[in-house]
Nanobody, 122 residues
Framework: QVQLVESGGGSVQAGGSLRLSCAASGPLGVTAWFRRPPGGEREIVAA????????FYAAFVKGRFTVARDNAKNTFSLQMNSLALEDTADYYC??????????????????WGQGTQVTVSS
């Protein structure tokens, strides 16, 4: 059982940046970031394969976010720039054991971080 511990998040003004990090207790397959806006459903933000050769970003990212991972350290991150009010949400890191991105459904990722709140204000 892999455990994920998130760090980062917080409050920022629109146009600002935040970096979220996730540390795992062991090796990971596909790593992903999800978010749940206030009153909304959990949605995919981005996913990255173990070799970093397969990458997915949700349409709303629009080139503002960047995912990365360090397999040697079992860590991965989400750099968020040009944050907008609509990016306000609880953000979650997640992972599975796969070698390629096969799903973007949150219920199909077995490992989850505790979540961190991101609040963007005007």
């Amino acid at each position: 059982q892999v455990q994920l511990v998130e760090s980062g998040g917080g409050s920022v003004q629109a146009g600002g940046s935040l970096r979220l990090s996730c540390a795992a207790s062991g090796p990971l397959g596909v790593t992903a970031w999800f978010r749940r806006p206030p009153g909304g459903e959990r949605e995919i933000v981005a996913a990255l394969s173990p070799s970093s050769d397969s990458l997915f970003y949700a349409a709303f990212v629009k080139g503002r976010f960047t995912v990365a991972r360090d397999n040697a350290k079992n860590t991965f991150s989400l750099q968020m720039n040009s944050l907008a009010l609509e990016d306000t949400a609880d953000y979650y890191c997640a992972a599975d054991t796969g070698t390629t991105i096969r799903t973007l459904r949150p219920d199909e990722y077995p490992y989850w971080g505790q979540g961190t709140q991101v609040t963007v204000s005007s």
